[in-house]
């Protein structure tokens, strides 16, 4: 049998063939860094004990082990890097402050102090944390947060924003890496609203009084997320698709795509090059949705493959900040994550290795019949072997045997939970 270098080797030779250079692929690879959401390891429920999931998202599955403390999720998170090749970031929700003497506080009130444990966490590791606002799971949260026509209540989430503005400053500042702050609201509606434009508009103003707390634009990043329904809100949400993409350009912050977040025949890996024409810089939430956004483990394929496609051949690496957002209950969430995790790696990997101009020159001469042929061929080529090796030259296992690993955690450590 040959041995794992000679099959990268042969790889290596048939990739430089049609002008692909393998190892400048890998090396850049290894460099990326993906912002993994820490709400995949205990079904989004966070440390304040607030009860069910709400917001119109919806985790399903009772697979045992889920994490049930700060330790026990960070202890989760250790193993699932220990499983990913390269360096990443964690993404970290507002209700996953930890609190030592037991008292939550309340989401207007949360400080970086709160956050001490996930940046001493991060810097241990030499790795960035990204934050979001929590504006969800919350008793005032139920009848809207930013677009609350209770002016009180409407106070109580810009506040919230404020205080999350301070704690991303302060994650940037200690892990000397920025932080992407992203705002997403659940507001909507479940039936037919008699007004659209008035939610909007407070949506708007309770936005610019966030953004106007003044911070570090350098360090913190704020981003917003549209999408286009929830449970719950089937009928309208404030934070449409052109409203947030709107805010976003004529503020100056950056726009973020959730690919769950739009009409299921509306692809956001048409859209990426679209922002990318006026936006600097876009981010991002790669999850999947099956016949609705159901946030389901990303995998391996088409349209996270095109996706990655649009970042990489458009030269836009360091434009287009990723990250991930899924929550499965119904299966090891280690493994749900690490399998999300290494899909978007393979699939970036993928564009790498692609002609990439060689591709868009049939296109530009039209020569439509030998680019479908050649597109369709290029998926014969040998990634795996390249796979293999980007893994171990990250020191980490490259095919399934990966998940010996998981089947001891499970036994030892996750079954005892
Ligand atoms: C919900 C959004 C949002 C959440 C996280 C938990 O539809 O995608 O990003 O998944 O904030
Ligand atoms: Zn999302």
Redesign the pocket.
């Known amino acids: 049998m040959m041995t794992q270098k000679e099959l990268y080797q042969i790889a290596k030779e048939r990739y430089a063939a049609i002008g692909v250079d393998t190892d400048a692929a890998i090396e850049k690879l290894l460099k990326l860094p993906i912002s993994m959401?820490c709400?995949q390891g205990d079904d989004?429920k966070g440390f304040e004990n607030a009860g069910a999931l709400t917001?119109?998202?919806q985790t399903t599955g009772n697979y045992p082990g889920a994490a049930r403390t700060p330790e026990e999720l960070m202890q989760d998170i250790d193993k699932v890097f220990s499983l990913i090749p390269g360096k990443h970031k964690v993404n970290v929700?507002a209700s996953y402050g930890i609190y030592e003497d037991g008292k939550v506080a309340d989401r207007d009130q949360i400080k970086p102090e709160h956050f001490k444990k996930w940046v001493e966490f991060a810097k241990e590791r030499g790795i960035g944390l990204d934050f979001?606002p929590?504006y969800?799971s919350h008793p005032s949260a139920e009848n809207g947060t930013l677009t609350n026509p209770n002016e009180e209540i409407r106070a109580f989430w810009i506040r919230h924003g404020i205080a999350c503005i301070r704690i991303s400053e302060y994650f940037a500042r200690e892990t000397g890496y920025p932080c992407l702050m992203?705002i997403?609201i659940?507001d909507g509606f479940k039936d037919i609203p008699a007004d659209r434009l008035g939610p909007r508009a407070r949506y708007m103003d309770s936005l610019d009084q966030i953004l106007g707390c003044g911070y570090d634009k350098e360090l913190v990043y704020v981003t917003i997320?549209s999408?286009v329904f929830?449970i719950g809100f089937e009928s309208y949400t404030a934070g449409s698709a052109e409203f947030a993409l709107s805010y976003a350009m004529t503020r100056g912050i950056v726009p973020l795509m959730?690919n769950?977040?739009y009409h299921p025949t509306e692809v956001v890996s048409d859209k990426i090059s679209a922002l990318l024409c006026f936006s600097p810089k876009i981010a991002l939430?790669v999850?999947r949705g099956v016949r609705w956004?159901s946030?389901h483990v990303v995998r391996y394929d088409d349209e996270t493959q095109e996706m990655m496609k649009e970042i990489v051949r458009n030269d836009a690496l360091d434009r287009v900040i990723l990250a991930t957002?899924?929550?499965d209950a119904s299966i090891n969430r280690i493994a749900a994550w690490v399998i999300g995790m290494r899909s978007v790696q393979k699939a970036l990997l993928n564009a790498m290795l692609l002609p990439n101009a060689k591709l868009k020159e049939l296109q530009d001469s039209l020569s439509f019949t030998e680019l479908m042929m050649l597109q369709e061929e290029l998926k014969m080529y040998p990634m795996g072997d390249v796979w293999n090796e980007f893994c171990a030259r990250a020191g980490i296992v490259g095919d399934e045997s990966w998940f010996d690993a998981v089947k001891d955690y499970e036994k030892n450590v996750l079954s005892k939970r």
């Open positions: 959401h709400w989004v917001g119109g998202i929700h979001n929590t969800f992203n997403w659940p997320e999408k929830g959730d769950g977040h939430h999850t956004d946030d957002d899924y929550f």
